[in-house]
């Protein structure tokens, strides 16, 4: 049993680093722990003077100060629609992309952290949310040569030199500068996001592309000939720098093409999903199912800004006039959007945003969503809303099991 | 902003209780010397401290509707204080535990990724505060929402929803005493005995 002696020399030698390794275990071991917790504070408050001379107001921690305010701030919620007095739009949007960046470099320290909170904590909802953090922003760049680049930690700076060009990453985004004549024959890279990864780039001819989760796109280090062509899987937003001279064409494995001039879209082609969508926002595409996939109905479509073709393999593309262009890009902008979801739909974005498996337990409740949320929030947060909205669930290891 | 040195401490307290965060803004520019003076003596890298000194404001705010009621102040805070700074002493157990006395030494027991680890500190609060906040009753919400939203005090808020001042302080306090059950069982702050101050 401690006393309030050795407390304060524990703590006194812990300042002053004159604690020999012996000692060090036994700060660490005993006195940081709950049952020695009030003892600690005691002493601690015992040392600590009432009005020392104290130097001024520090005004770089306002920033400190204006998070303080804001973790009390009612902003986010979800709710189902039986329940429309709970419906809110979230308020702190503006941090939800940007935490979710900050949170990047935090989850290397996640392991430690949960180790060491091992037995000295309860699992509460702060336990589980430890355990399911939000997605983050990450790709794998796989070069020509086969070569894998972990993009998720590297800084600034140069990754690659390839033929043409030199691959550089600047503030968390892969972009090509062009250092050379073009080559007669481009190499290809692929960039994988694996599941709770997002990933911005910048191809070879300055076209931006927003890689979602679980999504990959295949594309050359340098654009030559007639086409502009990528290939991608999973959900991709473009930015396609206009070239009237050389078409941009987008293929989705071997079921469908979009062929553009230059122009804002977004791609949404899950193979998990029954439907493939091409939302526009501006410009103008042209989507092409591919013939040997039997498609029945019309086998491709023109749309204008603001519609969206859906492809599926029933009843092939149907355009759709008044796409929701908010919801569609709600993931690019760091946002979960469930107007009128179903509970499919919101299981299968979080299955993707926080890497983990959905079962249902006995079939696929009919529960309509409504709401936005931002998506840097844990799982445990995510969670206690659904459980407001009449889902029932649990978890079992990184199986989130929904009952009936 | 400089202190207005025509609010005295209690003043500034009851504005504060009030939920008015021009208050509690000058109320942090008065004691977050003093504060960060404590935890210097003893939290030793410059991350834990700046996270403890971030998480006694969150548990002062918290424990608003409370501050007026408080006979010492200074040694209330001290309690508050000396609890932040063993949770984050505590949460660096495993850092701690691998250093050799002379790696602790050369090192000074630095954070290993010390800006990204501050964020996550604030998220993991900033999410058990939003699950107490999800689970408020609709009316609960609205009161709550236009004290932290829209800036309203209590005679504000009763009169726009023509309810008497008692019931909204009443609500408030219900919300906060919320979250502080829900930051408690989340382990980020412990139970303050109010009368012992």
Known sequence: MMNKEDMAYLIQGYMQNTLSDAERQTFINEALTEENRELYQEVAASLLEDSPDLAPFDEKLWPLFHQVLIADKPSLQIASKTNPAARRLPSIRKWGWAAAVVLLAASSFLLLKRFANDGTQNRSPSAIAQDFPPGRNGAV??????????????????????SGADVVLKNGELAYDKTAATPDEPEFNTMTTPKGRQYQLTLPDGTKVWLNSASSIRFPTAFIGKERRVDIHGEAYFEVAKNAGMPFRVRVGDDMEIEVLGTHFNVNAYENENTYRTTLLEGRVK?????????????????????????????????????????????????????????????????????????????????????????????????????????????????????? | MPINQNYNDKELLLLVAEGDEHAFARFFRQWSPLLQHWIHRLVKDDNSRLEALQDVFIQIWTYRDKLPEVANLTAWLKTVTTHQCFRHLARQKAWYAQMTSQTAEAAGYPSPEPGAEHHLNFKEIQA??????????????????????????????????????????????????????????????????????
């Open chain 1, 141 to 162: 760049l796989t070069l020509a040569n086969g070569r894998n680049i972990v993009l998720d930690s590297l800084e600034n700076g140069m990754v690659a030199h390839q």
């Open chain 2, 128 to 197: 058990v505060i939003q699950q107490a906040l999800a689970t408020l009753t609709p009316q609960q919400r609205q009161i709550y929402r236009l004290s932290r939203e829209e800036g309203l005090n209590s005679d504000q808020i009763a009169r726009k929803l023509n309810l008497s001042r008692g019931h909204v302080r009443n609500t408030i306090s219900a919300v906060l005493a919320h979250i502080r059950t829900y930051l408690l069982q989340a382990g980020k702050i412990f139970w303050l005995a109010w009368i012992l101050f």
């Open chain 1, 287 to 404: 989507v092409t199912a591919f013939p040997d996939n039997s498609y029945r109905g019309a086998a491709s479509g023109v749309i204008a800004p603001g519609q969206q073709a859906a492809m599926s393999r029933n009843a092939g593309i149907t355009v759709l006039n008044n796409a929701d262009i908010n919801k569609t890009m709600a993931w690019k902008n760091g946002l979960f959007n469930f107007e009128g979801a179903t509970l499919e739909e919101v299981m299968k974005q979080l299955e993707r945003w926080y890497d983990i498996e959905v079962i249902y337990e006995n079939g696929i409740p009919d529960i309509a969503f409504d709401g936005k949320m931002t998506k840097d929030i844990p799982l445990a947060g995510l969670l206690v809303m659904l459980e407001k909205s009449k889902v029932h669930f649990r978890l079992e290891g990184r199986k989130l099991v929904v009952l009936p």
